[in-house]
């Protein structure tokens, strides 16, 4: 079974940056797309960025575009999210997905596992 386990979160200041990193432990791994969401108290679930492990193509939410990039290191089977020019607005809880085949990148059902979640915090 595999599993992913997200790291790097913790608390900065608006303009600072952060790394995310989702290691995918388990059976070989074999997912299709990776994925970053993230959820701040009271509200849905977001899509932040995807990336499609064939070929590094990548994809993000209009609000974090520009400012977030989203990577993969295919020995490690990671994935991480280097996030620059961070805003109180992205403070949230981040997590990493993984989903197989075609998928709607943004749609989080699509996605077949899940991390734990690792909390951002930008402060003002």
């Known amino acids: 079974q595999v599993q992913l386990v997200e790291s790097g979160g913790g608390l900065v200041q608006a303009g600072g940056s952060l790394r995310l990193s989702c290691a995918a432990a388990g059976r070989t791994f074999s997912w299709s797309f990776m994925g970053w969401f993230r959820q701040a108290p009271g509200k849905e679930r977001e899509f932040v960025a995807a990336?499609?492990?064939?070929?590094?193509?990548?994809y993000y939410a209009d609000s974090v575009k520009g400012r977030f990039t989203i990577s993969r290191e295919d020995a490690e089977n990671t994935v991480y999210l280097q996030m620059n020019s961070l805003r109180p607005e992205d403070t949230a809880v981040y997590y990493c997905?993984?989903?197989?085949?075609?998928?709607?990148?943004?749609?989080?059902?699509?996605?077949?596992?899940w991390g734990q979640g690792t909390q951002v915090t930008v402060s003002s």
């Open positions: 997905a993984a989903a197989r085949g075609g998928i709607v990148v943004a749609q989080k059902s699509q996605y077949n596992i």
């Open positions: 990336i499609r492990w064939s070929d590094g193509s990548t």
